[in-house]
């Protein structure tokens, strides 16, 4: 037994690289629904996936079909689909609370492996020429039949990764991340599972999925590594250029105060009367000066407030030059 399932899986796993599916002709595709169309693009894009199965001692047998689903059924022309009543209506209802007795997990797995290794027949027939009619529909009701049987497996052992999850002491990970790496581990458990060794899938599938969280912690951890903080736009955001706008702003406010109270700006009498009046250059710290309009100077100057506007200019001239040549000094 062990000698015929390593020959089994070598020649398997040398012919993951040469099986090529090749799609029908756009007039057999036609005939086909969209999902027949979707399962068949799926196995031309991903062919390498289809051709590996497990192995087992019933599959070389002449009744096998018989024994797995009860009986061997012929497809009706263009049928893709078979009609199997070997499980109980239960089963088939998976993800419900359903458990699966010991009997029932082994139909499955060899109903599974068993149209997988139909299907990887199939497949490699046409990796050099199209299927004909009958076999395109038969590569797609094995197919259907492994899904099928997949999905049961996985619907009935999901609670088993939420269980899982739940109970792993990780508080650092996400529970959502944890969940999704433990789906994808059992889904290749699946896959890989030989119910002809005569252990229980969960025993099989708990330690690929304690694997699973043991990868999810090592990623988390190179990334905490990486990036000890989490990202926050504001704290990458520099305010740099705002604080230096503000420092020189306030330099600048003192230099004009000192350019003022030393008149080192050469202001006569009617200029600088302008700018403290404009300004509320006189008054306290308080600010209960407001600063003067245009035409409020120049009623107190005795002169037109587009002369007041003329004598400011001049004067915040002057002082800025001023201020420029002590900034550069």
């Known amino acids: 037994m062990a000698g015929t399932k390593t020959v089994t899986t070598r020649a398997v796993e040398a012919g993951r690289t040469a099986v090529?599916?090749?799609?029908?002709?756009?007039?057999?595709?036609?005939?086909?629904?969209?999902?027949?169309?979707?399962?068949?693009?799926?196995?031309?894009?991903?062919?390498?996936?289809?051709?590996?199965?497990?192995?087992?001692?019933?599959?070389?047998?002449?009744?096998?079909?018989?024994?797995?689903?009860?009986?061997?059924?012929?497809?009706?022309?263009?049928?893709?689909?078979?009609?199997?009543?070997?499980?109980?209506?239960?089963?088939?209802?998976?993800?419900?609370?359903?458990?699966?007795?010991?009997?029932?997990?082994?139909?499955?797995?060899?109903?599974?492996?068993?149209?997988?290794a139909r299907v990887a027949r199939l497949m490699a027939a046409s990796t050099?020429?199209?299927?004909?009619?009958?076999?395109?529909c038969e590569l797609l009701a094995w197919t259907e039949r492994a899904m099928a049987a997949r999905e049961i497996i996985a619907g009935v052992n999901m609670p088993l990764v939420l269980a899982m999850a739940k109970r792993t002491r990780l508080m650092s990970l996400d529970y959502n991340e944890l969940v999704s790496e433990g789906n994808f581990a059992l889904l290749r458990s699946i896959d890989k599972f030989d119910c002809a060794r005569g252990f229980?899938?969960?025993?099989?599938?708990?330690?690929?999925?304690?694997?699973?969280?043991?990868?999810?912690?090592?990623?988390?951890?190179?990334?905490?590594?990486?990036?000890?903080?989490?990202?926050?736009?504001?704290?990458?955001?520099?305010?740099?250029?705002?604080?230096?706008?503000?420092?020189?702003?306030?330099?600048?406010?003192?230099?004009?105060?000192?350019?003022?109270?030393?008149?080192?700006?050469?202001?006569?009498?009617?200029e600088q009367t302008v700018i403290r009046e404009r300004f509320a250059l006189t008054g306290g710290q308080d600010g209960a000066v407001r600063p003067k309009t245009l035409e409020q100077v120049g009623q107190l100057i005795g002169v037109t407030k587009e002369r007041v506007r003329q004598i400011q200019n001049k004067a915040l001239k002057k002082i800025r030059m001023t201020l420029e040549n002590s900034l550069a000094a």
Not at 237 to 266: F, G, M, P, Q
């Open 128 to 136: 050099n020429r199209p299927l004909s009619w009958p076999e395109l």
């Open 200 to 270: 229980k899938f969960s025993t099989y599938a708990c330690r690929a999925i304690l694997k699973s969280f043991s990868r999810v912690a090592m990623r988390a951890a190179r990334y905490r590594g990486q990036f000890p903080t989490e990202f926050d736009p504001f704290l990458e955001k520099s305010d740099y250029h705002d604080r230096k706008r503000d420092n020189t702003a306030s330099l600048c406010v003192e230099e004009i105060r000192d350019i003022l109270s030393e008149n080192r700006a050469d202001l006569n009498d009617m």
């Open 20 to 116: 090529r599916f090749v799609l029908p002709s756009e007039a057999d595709m036609a005939r086909l629904s969209r999902a027949d169309q979707a399962i068949l693009r799926m196995l031309h894009e991903n062919a390498a996936d289809f051709v590996g199965y497990m192995d087992h001692p019933l599959f070389t047998k002449s009744n096998i079909e018989k024994t797995l689903f009860g009986r061997k059924q012929t497809l009706a022309a263009g049928q893709t689909r078979f009609k199997d009543t070997s499980l109980p209506d239960s089963v088939k209802r998976a993800g419900d609370g359903t458990t699966l007795s010991a009997a029932h997990e082994i139909l499955l797995f060899q109903q599974f492996n068993y149209s997988r």
